[in-house]
């Protein structure tokens, strides 16, 4: 019979693996256990009699000693502390900026007009009306802004002699009054690039201009004097 090095289990002489637990019989050497061998117990073994376990908690060391703190500790303020208020006059030597014509929100209130009697007047003086209107809008923009926004003599008469100045005074007086309507809380938004896009497509940019531009500045008129806004 052999006996398995591992689980110490009888098998026969001819098996080269053990039945039990599949190790490899016949080693070398190999010399079976004594008829008295006991195999070392499975399982848990109990601590001996004398084991402490450990201590549970926390247990301050025994030479601990409070110290007060010195008599001169001063404890830190309790609640907010405000900082000290120092009062500062307004700057008494201000000075608004120079006025062009009358100063900045000095209340200006333009000439309403319609869009429809431009057009009118325009078609029946030859377009000599449309420039002048063009330069009182021009103006206009310049005396409610309280400062000088646009050359308008100097745009009317590029305009004239130099046909294509003509649309980059309608840009420049789309684009000023966008900026005094938002200056006076009206909505009028600047329409230059769908102007141009008529006026491309179909050749009514100018005339809507005319309607946008009347009606823009009739906007700024009524929030000025404080009435409610009026599309003519």
């Keep these: ?34 008829q008295g061998y006991a195999p070392p117990p499975q399982g848990y073994a109990p601590p001996p009699q004398d084991y402490a376990p450990p201590q549970q908690g926390y247990a301050p060391p025994q030479d601990y000693t409070y110290t007060p703190p010195p008599q001169d500790y001063a404890p830190p303020p309790q609640g907010y502390a405000q900082p000290p208020q120092v009062y500062q006059p307004p700057n008494q030597g201000y000075a608004p900026p120079p006025p062009y014509g009358q100063p900045p929100n000095n209340g200006y209130i333009g000439t309403r007009r319609s869009g429809i009697v431009v057009i009118l ?26 400062e ?4 308008s003599m100097g745009l009317l008469l590029g305009s004239i002699f130099c046909p294509p100045v ?5 840009y420049t007086i789309d684009k000023n009054l966008s900026r005094l309507s938002q200056e006076n809380g009206t909505y009028y938004k600047e329409n230059f690039t769908f102007w141009l896009l008529m006026t491309i497509l179909c050749g009514i940019g100018s005339l809507i201009a ?23």
């Excluded at 689980?7 to 010399?31: H, I, K, V």
């Excluded at 005319?210 to 929030?223: D, H, M, S, T």
């Design 210 to 232: 005319i309607f946008q531009i009347c009606n823009g500045f009739n906007e700024v008129w009524n929030r000025r004097e404080g009435v409610q806004s009026q599309s003519y």
């Design 148 to 151: 000088l926004r646009i050359k």
């Design 166 to 170: 003509a649309i980059y005074m309608m």
């Design 121 to 146: 007047l325009s078609l029946v003086t030859c377009g000599i009306y449309m420039y002048w209107w063009y330069y009182q809008c021009m103006e206009d923009i310049n005396k409610a802004s309280g």
């Design 1 to 34: 019979m052999k006996y398995c090095p591992n689980c110490n289990q009888q098998n026969d002489d001819a098996a080269a693996f053990c039945f039990y637990c599949a190790t490899a019989l016949g080693q070398p050497g190999y010399t079976p256990p004594p």
